[in-house]
Protein backbone atom coordinates (compact mmCIF):
# COMPACT_ATOMS: atom_id res chain seq x y z
CA UNK A 1 0.00 0.00 0.00
CA UNK A 2 1.48 3.68 -1.05
CA UNK A 3 2.31 5.31 2.55
CA UNK A 4 1.84 8.49 0.70
CA UNK A 5 -1.97 10.16 0.07
CA UNK A 6 -1.58 13.86 -2.06
CA UNK A 7 0.96 14.94 -4.54
CA UNK A 8 1.17 18.61 -4.90
CA UNK A 9 2.64 19.95 -8.65
CA UNK A 10 3.91 22.80 -9.18
CA UNK A 11 2.70 24.42 -12.83
CA UNK A 12 5.29 26.18 -14.84
CA UNK A 13 8.44 24.62 -15.41
CA UNK A 14 7.12 21.27 -13.58
CA UNK A 15 3.98 19.88 -15.28
CA UNK A 16 3.56 22.73 -17.67
CA UNK A 17 6.46 24.08 -19.88
CA UNK A 18 7.49 27.28 -19.43
CA UNK A 19 9.27 28.21 -22.43
CA UNK A 20 10.64 30.93 -21.54
CA UNK A 21 6.78 33.03 -20.79
CA UNK A 22 7.76 34.09 -17.30
CA UNK A 23 10.49 36.24 -18.19
CA UNK A 24 8.76 37.53 -21.43
CA UNK A 25 6.12 38.63 -19.80
CA UNK A 26 8.20 40.54 -17.30
CA UNK A 27 10.23 41.60 -19.38
CA UNK A 28 6.95 43.67 -21.41
CA UNK A 29 5.78 44.78 -18.00
CA UNK A 30 8.76 46.70 -16.84
CA UNK A 31 9.13 47.83 -20.23
CA UNK A 32 5.42 49.24 -19.84
CA UNK A 33 6.62 50.71 -16.66
CA UNK A 34 9.37 52.41 -17.97
CA UNK A 35 11.49 50.62 -15.97
CA UNK A 36 15.59 50.19 -18.14
CA UNK A 37 19.18 50.33 -17.57
CA UNK A 38 20.55 48.82 -14.72
CA UNK A 39 17.41 48.59 -12.52
CA UNK A 40 16.00 46.40 -15.80
CA UNK A 41 18.98 43.86 -15.32
CA UNK A 42 18.33 43.59 -11.28
CA UNK A 43 14.88 43.47 -11.09
CA UNK A 44 15.32 40.56 -13.79
CA UNK A 45 17.66 38.97 -11.68
CA UNK A 46 15.36 38.97 -8.51
CA UNK A 47 12.55 37.39 -10.60
CA UNK A 48 14.50 34.86 -11.55
CA UNK A 49 15.76 34.57 -7.99
CA UNK A 50 12.69 34.36 -6.75
CA UNK A 51 11.03 31.72 -9.54
CA UNK A 52 7.75 29.86 -7.67
CA UNK A 53 6.89 32.72 -5.51
CA UNK A 54 3.53 34.64 -5.59
CA UNK A 55 4.25 37.18 -8.82
CA UNK A 56 2.26 40.13 -6.08
CA UNK A 57 4.78 39.27 -3.40
CA UNK A 58 7.65 39.42 -6.15
CA UNK A 59 6.43 43.30 -7.69
CA UNK A 60 5.99 44.38 -3.69
CA UNK A 61 9.96 43.86 -2.98
CA UNK A 62 10.70 45.39 -6.63
CA UNK A 63 8.43 48.20 -6.99
CA UNK A 64 6.43 49.23 -3.38
CA UNK A 65 3.36 50.94 -4.21
CA UNK A 66 3.41 50.36 -8.31
CA UNK A 67 2.78 46.50 -7.11
CA UNK A 68 -0.21 45.94 -7.76
CA UNK A 69 -0.13 47.89 -11.60
CA UNK A 70 3.15 45.53 -12.09
CA UNK A 71 1.28 42.61 -11.23
CA UNK A 72 -1.81 43.84 -13.21
CA UNK A 73 0.50 44.45 -15.91
CA UNK A 74 2.04 41.11 -15.73
CA UNK A 75 -0.61 38.73 -15.51
CA UNK A 76 -2.10 40.48 -18.94
CA UNK A 77 1.00 40.17 -20.57
CA UNK A 78 1.38 36.31 -19.08
CA UNK A 79 -2.16 35.47 -21.01
CA UNK A 80 -1.12 36.70 -23.89
CA UNK A 81 2.21 35.28 -24.44
CA UNK A 82 1.47 32.29 -23.26
CA UNK A 83 -1.45 32.43 -26.37
CA UNK A 84 1.27 33.82 -28.82
CA UNK A 85 3.49 31.18 -27.88
CA UNK A 86 1.66 28.46 -26.87
CA UNK A 87 1.81 26.07 -23.79
CA UNK A 88 2.41 22.82 -23.57
CA UNK A 89 2.34 19.92 -20.43
CA UNK A 90 5.64 18.48 -20.03
CA UNK A 91 5.82 15.10 -21.99
CA UNK A 92 4.15 12.03 -19.63
CA UNK A 93 2.84 14.56 -17.03
CA UNK A 94 -0.70 13.87 -17.74
CA UNK A 95 0.14 10.03 -17.51
CA UNK A 96 1.77 10.61 -14.69
CA UNK A 97 -1.28 12.20 -12.52
CA UNK A 98 -3.59 10.07 -14.09
CA UNK A 99 -2.11 7.30 -12.90
CA UNK A 100 -1.45 8.62 -9.67
CA UNK A 101 -5.36 8.70 -9.76
CA UNK A 102 -5.85 5.84 -10.50
CA UNK A 103 -4.09 4.29 -7.56
CA UNK A 104 -6.12 5.92 -5.48
CA UNK A 105 -3.84 9.42 -4.66
CA UNK A 106 -4.95 12.52 -4.44
CA UNK A 107 -3.27 15.09 -6.62
CA UNK A 108 -3.17 18.71 -6.30
CA UNK A 109 -1.97 21.85 -8.79
CA UNK A 110 -0.66 25.05 -7.20
CA UNK A 111 0.85 28.10 -8.88
CA UNK A 112 2.21 31.31 -7.84
CA UNK A 113 0.07 32.53 -10.60
CA UNK A 114 -3.37 34.18 -10.08
CA UNK A 115 -6.40 32.49 -10.47
CA UNK A 116 -7.53 33.95 -13.47
CA UNK A 117 -3.89 33.32 -15.00
CA UNK A 118 -4.26 29.92 -13.81
CA UNK A 119 -7.32 28.87 -15.27
CA UNK A 120 -6.74 30.62 -18.29
CA UNK A 121 -3.54 28.01 -18.74
CA UNK A 122 -5.80 25.15 -17.59
CA UNK A 123 -7.66 26.03 -20.41
CA UNK A 124 -5.03 26.28 -23.09
CA UNK A 125 -3.63 22.97 -21.84
CA UNK A 126 -7.24 20.81 -21.63
CA UNK A 127 -6.44 20.15 -18.06
CA UNK A 128 -9.68 20.90 -16.73
CA UNK A 129 -10.67 17.48 -15.40
CA UNK A 130 -6.72 16.44 -14.21
CA UNK A 131 -6.55 17.47 -10.88
CA UNK A 132 -8.81 17.29 -7.66
CA UNK A 133 -7.82 20.64 -6.47
CA UNK A 134 -6.10 23.48 -8.05
CA UNK A 135 -4.44 26.84 -5.65
CA UNK A 136 -3.09 29.94 -6.36
CA UNK A 137 -1.66 31.99 -3.40
CA UNK A 138 -5.06 34.33 -3.46
CA UNK A 139 -6.83 30.96 -2.38
CA UNK A 140 -4.79 30.26 0.46
CA UNK A 141 -3.22 33.16 2.26
CA UNK A 142 0.63 33.47 1.08
CA UNK A 143 2.76 32.48 -1.58
CA UNK A 144 5.59 30.35 -1.54
CA UNK A 145 7.90 29.91 0.26
CA UNK A 146 5.03 30.20 2.89
CA UNK A 147 3.62 26.41 3.09
CA UNK A 148 0.24 27.92 3.10
CA UNK A 149 -0.81 26.45 -0.30
CA UNK A 150 0.00 22.95 0.61
CA UNK A 151 -1.62 23.39 4.17
CA UNK A 152 -4.79 24.21 2.24
CA UNK A 153 -4.62 21.32 -0.71
CA UNK A 154 -4.46 19.17 2.72
CA UNK A 155 -6.78 20.38 4.46
CA UNK A 156 -9.55 20.09 1.63
CA UNK A 157 -8.60 17.08 0.36
CA UNK A 158 -8.45 15.90 4.06
CA UNK A 159 -5.06 13.83 4.02
CA UNK A 160 -4.44 12.15 7.13
CA UNK A 161 -0.77 13.46 8.21
CA UNK A 162 1.37 15.74 6.38
CA UNK A 163 4.05 13.37 6.12
CA UNK A 164 1.56 11.35 3.38
CA UNK A 165 2.01 14.74 1.28
CA UNK A 166 4.58 14.79 -1.77
CA UNK A 167 5.49 17.93 -3.07
CA UNK A 168 6.86 18.16 -6.46
CA UNK A 169 8.53 20.91 -7.72
CA UNK A 170 11.28 22.84 -9.94
CA UNK A 171 12.44 25.97 -7.67
CA UNK A 172 14.01 26.25 -4.62
CA UNK A 173 10.94 28.00 -3.37
CA UNK A 174 8.54 25.24 -3.82
CA UNK A 175 11.36 22.71 -1.72
CA UNK A 176 10.86 25.56 1.13
CA UNK A 177 7.30 25.49 1.23
CA UNK A 178 7.31 21.11 1.00
CA UNK A 179 9.48 21.38 4.34
CA UNK A 180 7.70 24.07 6.35
CA UNK A 181 4.74 22.13 5.19
CA UNK A 182 5.98 19.27 7.07
CA UNK A 183 5.77 16.85 3.44
CA UNK A 184 7.37 13.52 3.59
CA UNK A 185 8.77 13.54 0.15
CA UNK A 186 10.32 16.39 -1.32
CA UNK A 187 10.88 16.32 -5.27
CA UNK A 188 12.89 18.65 -7.64
CA UNK A 189 12.78 18.81 -10.95
CA UNK A 190 15.05 19.61 -13.72
CA UNK A 191 13.01 20.94 -16.18
CA UNK A 192 12.32 24.15 -14.82
CA UNK A 193 14.64 27.02 -13.50
CA UNK A 194 16.82 25.30 -10.64
CA UNK A 195 19.60 23.28 -11.11
CA UNK A 196 20.15 20.27 -8.66
CA UNK A 197 22.69 22.01 -6.14
CA UNK A 198 20.11 24.53 -5.10
CA UNK A 199 17.65 22.23 -5.10
CA UNK A 200 18.99 19.69 -2.79
CA UNK A 201 20.37 22.85 -0.99
CA UNK A 202 16.59 23.86 -0.09
CA UNK A 203 15.04 20.37 0.73
CA UNK A 204 14.92 18.16 -1.80
CA UNK A 205 14.70 14.21 -1.31
CA UNK A 206 15.03 13.02 -4.83
CA UNK A 207 16.42 15.48 -8.22
CA UNK A 208 14.42 13.94 -11.33
CA UNK A 209 15.19 15.32 -14.79
CA UNK A 210 11.32 15.02 -15.31
CA UNK A 211 7.97 14.21 -13.57
CA UNK A 212 7.85 11.82 -16.12
CA UNK A 213 10.37 9.87 -13.71
CA UNK A 214 8.25 10.44 -10.36
CA UNK A 215 5.84 7.36 -10.18
CA UNK A 216 9.32 5.25 -10.26
CA UNK A 217 10.41 7.05 -6.61
CA UNK A 218 6.62 6.77 -5.54
CA UNK A 219 6.84 2.82 -6.12
CA UNK A 220 10.53 2.23 -4.33
CA UNK A 221 10.04 -0.51 -2.02
CA UNK A 222 10.83 0.26 1.53
CA UNK A 223 13.80 -0.65 3.16
CA UNK A 224 13.03 -4.16 4.61
CA UNK A 225 16.54 -4.55 6.10
CA UNK A 226 16.90 -4.75 10.03
Same mark, same amino acid.
Given at each position: ????????F?M??????? +????? #?S??R??D?LG?????????????????????? @???????G???????????LHF??????????????A? !??V????S????? !? %?????SP?? &????? #??? /???DLF?L??SP???? &?? &?????? %???? !?????????? +???V????A???Q?G? &???????????S???? @? #??L??? /??????? +?V?????? %? #???E?S +??
Amino acid at each position: MNKFELVCFDMAGTTMID +SGLVL #ESFRRTIDELGVSGQEAVDAEAYVVETMGQSKI @EVFTALFGDRASAANESFELHFVDTARDFGVRGIPGAR !AVVEELRSQGLKV !A %LTTGFSPLT &REVLI #EEL /GWSDLFDLRVSPADAG &RG &RPAPDM %LLWC !ALRLAVHSMD +SLVVVGDTASDMQAGE &RAGAGLLVGVLSGNDD @E #ERLRAN /GADEVLD +SVAELLAV %L #EEPEDS +SV
